[in-house]
Structure formats: C-alpha cells, structure tokens
T-cell receptor, first 113, second 111 residues
Framework: NAGVMQNPRHLVRRRGQEARLRCSPM?????VYWYRQLPEEGLKFMVY????????ESGMPKERFSAEFPKEGPSILRIQQVVRGDSAAYFC???????????FGNGTRLTVT | GNSVTQMEGPVTLSEEAFLTINCTYT??????LFWYVQYPGEGLQLLLK?????DKGSNKGFEATYRKETTSFHLEKGSVQVSDSAVYFC??????????FGTGTRLTIIP
C-alpha cells in the first residue's frame, strides 16, 4: 500500500505564474488535508476536503488559492499569480473515513523567484 | 480556541542523554494528542498518540502521557541517539477534524 504521494517534489515558479501541487491519498482514504510549512515554522492548516467537497477551508488565503479533490484523480492545490511569500513546503495528508491519525506525504517545496 | 504550545528549540543534547520536550494544549473538550517527527527533507511521521486521559503513547523508546489535569503531553526518551535528530511536533484534534500543530522543536543529538 503506497503512502501519500505528492508531486512534484520541488517546484520553482517566477512571480506571477501559477503553481499546481498534486496529492494522491493512500488507498482507501477519502479525507485529504493540505498544510503549509514556512521556513523554520510549524505547520499551518489550509484546507480539508473529502471527495468533491470542501469541508473546511478556514486556513486558505481568500485570494489566489484554491483546492479540489475530484471524484477521480488526485487532490490539487492551485496557487495563482504566485508571490515570494508563497515559498514554502506544502504537505498533504490523508485519513480513512472514520479514523485518525493523518498520514503525510513528503511535501512539495515551492520556490518563487 | 484550540491551540498547542510546545517547548521552543533548538534543543541540543549529547548521545544517551535524557530528553524532555514539553507540550501543553488548550481545547474545548478532550482531544486526541499526537507527537509527529519530521526528518530532514521528509514529511511528518506519526511517532505516538494518546486518545484519552492517562493514556500513554510509546514508540521507538519515546513516551508521552495524556495528562488532563495539566493539559500536557510531554515527550520523553531515556537515552537519545544521533538518529533521533529531527523536528518534533505536538498536535491535537477531535475525530477527523484538522490537526492543530505546535511550532515544532528541532532536536540535535551530538555523538
């Protein structure tokens, strides 16, 4: 059973470009969470999704950020018009229907130049 | 609101020393409590957990006890190794709700 798969592992974007981060949860997991880790800081919750539904997006910036978890395929975190302050490690985690704890992927490290 | 406060680092210890990393939480109710570990360049891995008061989580020589009276979940290990060098995160949640993390404590063990 493969773990949570995130790609790309590293992503470099120029200011103003779009960044797309992908997350494939563990097999059988229907809950996906996205977290952001700024350099030398802890993890900050961004969004919690189930298949085709956003359950909690209280940690998502109101502009430029969006997330989806379609019926088929991976969850996508999309950042439009990236700025230098978006440079961070973005972690995806998944869990089964009625259980914790979360299983984390190895993250996507976004660098905005 | 719900929050987790953990001992700030960095912490540097000699091999075989005793380790304590403090963690306290605030929550309405009784959350599940976790310690996660992050090795360089990797994601977080669950180290141990406790789901109710007085539970003790343990793994790889690490232990933490859920103390309701002091709202704490301190991480301990009797004899650390160089391979324990990592960042340790305390966290809590309710059911399948989002995990709330502390800021992390960087631990470095020197031979």
């Amino acid at each position: 059973n493969a773990g949570v798969m995130q790609n790309p592992r590293h992503l470099v974007r120029r200011r103003g470009q779009e960044a797309r981060l992908r997350c494939s949860p563990m097999k059988g997991h229907s809950h996906v969470y996205w977290y952001r880790q700024l350099p030398e800081e802890g993890l900050k919750f961004m969004v919690y999704l189930q298949k085709e539904n956003i359950i909690d997006e209280s940690g998502m910036p109101k502009e430029r950020f969006s997330a989806e978890f379609p019926k088929e395929g991976p969850s996508i975190l999309r950042i439009q018009q990236v700025v230098r302050g978006d440079s961070a490690a973005y972690f995806c985690a998944s869990s089964p229907l009625d259980s914790s704890p979360l299983h984390f992927g190895n993250g996507t490290r976004l660098t905005v130049t | 609101g719900n929050s987790v406060t953990q001992m700030e680092g960095p912490v540097t210890l000699s091999e075989e020393a005793f380790l304590t990393i403090n963690c306290t939480y605030t929550a309405t109710g009784y959350p599940s409590l976790f310690w996660y570990v992050q090795y360089p360049g990797e994601g977080l891995q669950l180290l141990l957990k406790a789901t109710k008061a007085d539970d003790k989580g343990s793994n790889k020589g690490f232990e933490a006890t859920y103390r309701k009276e002091t709202t704490s979940f301190h991480l301990e290990k009797g004899s650390v190794q160089v391979s324990d060098s990592a960042v340790y995160f305390c966290a809590h949640n309710f059911g399948n709700e989002k995990l709330t993390f502390g800021t992390g404590t960087r631990l470095t063990i020197i031979p």
